[in-house]
């Protein structure tokens, strides 16, 4: 099992930056990908970035290449996602995800991810 927990949403002007934090416990060692997911009101969740746990690749949704950039700390089990040039449908709520199993050809698929946090609420106002 790993628990997970998110901190670091809030609300932001656009053009604006915030940096979204998560804490991995418990088996972490067992993790192969985590990710950061989203999900405005009346959407599916939606991918938004990944990161392989030891090696360090990443990957991005189109719609944030550029601006957001996701990184971990090996030593501390903390995973970040720095969101900069936020945009107004950036807004939604932001989830921490972990998966033992998925491969890297599954990394932007929510369902193949067997972890998750409970969620942080960012919101970017015009």
């Known amino acids: 099992q790993v628990q997970l927990v998110e901190s670091g949403g809030g609300l932001v002007q656009a053009g604006g930056s915030l940096r979204l934090s998560c804490v991995a416990s418990?088996?972490?060692?067992?993790?192969?990908?985590m990710g950061w997911f989203r999900q405005a009101p009346g959407r599916e969740r939606e991918f938004v970035a990944t990161?392989?746990?030891?090696?360090?690749?990443?990957d991005y949704a189109d719609s944030v290449k550029g601006r957001f950039t996701i990184s971990r700390d090996y030593a501390t089990n903390m995973m970040y996602l720095q969101m900069n040039s936020l945009k107004p449908e950036d807004t939604a709520v932001y989830y921490c995800?972990?998966?033992?199993?998925?491969?890297?050809?599954?990394?932007?698929?929510?369902?193949?991810?067997?972890?998750w946090g409970q969620g942080t609420q960012v919101t970017v106002s015009s």
């Open positions: 995800a972990a998966t033992a199993a998925a491969g890297w050809i599954q990394r932007s698929t929510a369902t193949a991810y067997d972890y």
């Open positions: 418990g088996r972490t060692s067992s993790s192969n990908l």
């Open positions: 990161i392989t746990w030891r090696v360090g690749s990443t």
